[in-house]
C-alpha cells in the first residue's frame, strides 16, 4: 500500500498544530487583514495535501506552506486589480516556494497578533475568541461551544472583528505598560478559556477538544515568557499548572471521576506542581495580586495536602474571599460557599449559597446545583437534595463525572 498520501497527511496536520498560528500571525502582521492571511494558509495547507504525496514532505514544511501562502496573496490582490480569472497556479507556487526557502528562523509574531485580537476597537466579548482563532485555529463551532454562544452568532461576531481590524488598521505590537491592563486581561482570559475547553476533556477523548489544555499552557509560557516582568502572566501559568500536575488522579484505573478531596496525590505530577509554585512566589513578589495569581494560591492550598495529610480549609476560605472582592462572579461564589460550609458548616454555607439564587446564570450551571445536593444532603434535607441532584446531574456534559453524582444521589434514599 502506498502510504505517502497518510505521511503526506500526518506531515501536514503537525504544520497545523505547530505553526498555525505563527503562520497566521506572520502574514496578517504585514497587511493587517486577518481573513485575508487564514484564507492563504488554507489553500497552502490545501496545496500541500494534493502536492506532498506526489513529490514527498519538503524538508522545511513551515516555510513551504508560508511561501505559498504568500504567493497566494498576491494573486489574489492581483485577481482584484486586473479581473483575471486564473487559478492554475499550484505548480508554479509549490516550484516558487522550495526555491525560495532560506535557513533563516521564521519571526514570531504571536504575541502581536493576540494583543490586535484584544485592541479596545474590538467588541470586548469577541477579542478572547478572536485570539483563539486566530492563534490556534479553533472553528467557530469548537469556540462558541466554550463561550456559550451559537456556532452562527459567534461566526457572525468573528467576522466582525476581522474586518474591524482591516478597516481601521490595529496596530500589531505589544502594548506600552500604561495601556497594557484591560489588553492582557483579554489575552490570558483567551488562553484560560482553551485550557479550560481542554481541562474539560479529561481522557482526551473529544477531537475538537484534544490538545487544547497542551495547547493553552503552551500559550501560556509563551506570554510568561515575553513579559516575565507581568504577574497575572506568571499567575496564570502557575495556575494551569497545578491543574495539569493532578490530570491522572482525576479517574481511577476504571475510568471513573475522583473528586479533589479523594483524589491520590502520589499520581500528581510533581515536578508540575513545583514549577506552579515557583511561578506562584516569583508572581508574589512583584507585589501585584490579580485573579490568576490568587486562583492560583487556592490551588496551591489544595496541593498542600500532599505535605500535610490535610486541607486546609481557612486558607481557601480567605483567598476566595480576597477573589470574591475583586472577581465578584457566580462561579467565585459557589465555590466561596463551599468554603465557608468547610469551616462553619452546612448552615453557613447554604446560606451564601442561596444567596445567589436570583442570578440566572445559575439555572443551567451545574456545579451551583451539585454544590447545593452536596450541602443539603449534609443537613439531612434529602427531598430538596435529590432535586437538585437531579438538576446537576442533567446539566452534567461529562459521562463520569455523572455517575458520580447519580452515585451520590442513589446514597440518600439507600
Request: aromatic share 6%.
Amino acid at each position: 500500500m502506498d502510504t505517502r498520501p497518510e505521511i503526506a497527511r500526518v506531515a501536514a496536520e503537525t504544520a497545523a498544530r505547530q505553526s498555525y498560528g505563527k503562520l497566521v500571525a506572520w502574514l496578517a502582521a504585514r497587511t493587517r487583514d486577518v481573513a485575508a492571511a487564514e484564507d492563504a494558509l488554507a489553500d497552502a495547507f490545501a496545496a500541500a495535501l494534493e502536492r506532498w504525496p506526489r513529490t514527498g514532505v519538503p524538508e522545511k514544511p513551515e516555510a513551504w506552506l508560508l511561501a505559498v501562502a504568500r504567493r497566494r496573496r498576491v494573486d489574489a490582490v492581483r485577481r482584484r486589480l486586473t479581473g483575471e480569472a486564473g487559478r492554475d497556479h499550484l505548480k508554479l507556487i509549490a516550484e516558487e516556494a522550495e526555491a525560495r526557502m532560506t535557513d533563516e528562523d521564521l519571526p514570531d509574531e504571536r504575541l502581536r497578533l493576540m494583543f490586535a485580537c484584544a485592541h479596545p476597537a474590538i467588541e470586548p466579548g469577541v477579542r478572547a475568541p478572536l485570539i483563539l482563532q486566530t492563534i490556534l485555529g479553533f472553528d467557530a463551532a469548537t469556540i462558541a461551544s466554550a463561550f456559550l454562544l451559537s456556532p452562527s452568532t459567534m461566526g457572525q461576531r468573528l467576522v466582525r472583528a476581522k474586518r474591524r481590524i482591516r478597516e481601521t488598521g490595529i496596530p500589531f505590537r505589544v502594548p506600552e505598560r500604561a495601556e497594557l491592563g484591560e489588553r492582557l486581561d483579554a489575552v490570558l482570559e483567551a488562553i484560560y478559556a482553551a485550557f479550560a475547553e481542554g481541562w474539560s476533556d479529561p481522557a482526551g477523548t473529544e477531537t475538537r477538544r484534544r490538545n487544547l489544555a497542551t495547547e493553552g499552557i503552551w500559550l501560556g509560557r509563551l506570554v510568561a515568557s515575553l513579559l516575565p516582568q507581568e504577574p497575572e502572566a506568571l499567575g496564570l501559568l502557575s495556575l494551569m499548572l497545578f491543574a495539569e500536575a493532578r490530570r491522572a488522579a482525576r479517574r481511577d484505573t476504571a475510568g471513573e471521576y475522583v473528586a479533589l478531596a479523594e483524589q491520590d496525590h502520589a499520581l500528581w505530577d510533581h515536578a508540575l506542581v513545583d514549577e506552579a509554585e515557583a511561578l506562584l512566589r516569583r508572581a508574589a513578589a512583584m507585589g501585584t495580586i490579580g485573579r490568576y495569581q490568587l486562583e492560583a494560591a487556592v490551588q496551591s492550598a489544595h496541593v498542600a495536602r500532599r505535605l500535610s495529610g490535610r486541607t486546609d480549609w481557612a486558607a481557601i476560605r480567605a483567598l476566595y474571599e480576597a477573589l470574591f472582592s475583586i472577581a465578584g462572579s457566580p462561579v467565585v461564589a459557589i465555590n466561596r460557599a463551599v468554603a465557608i460550609a468547610e469551616t462553619e458548616g452546612a448552615v453557613a454555607g447554604l446560606a451564601a449559597l442561596y444567596v445567589l439564587g436570583d442570578d440566572k446564570r445559575l439555572n443551567d450551571y451545574q456545579p451551583y446545583w451539585a454544590a447545593r445536593a452536596g450541602l443539603l444532603a449534609r443537613l439531612g434535607q434529602a427531598p430538596q437534595a435529590l432535586e437538585a441532584y437531579d438538576r446537576a446531574i442533567g446539566l452534567e456534559r461529562d459521562p463520569a463525572v455523572r455517575r458520580f453524582l447519580q452515585a451520590r444521589r442513589a446514597a440518600l434514599i439507600q
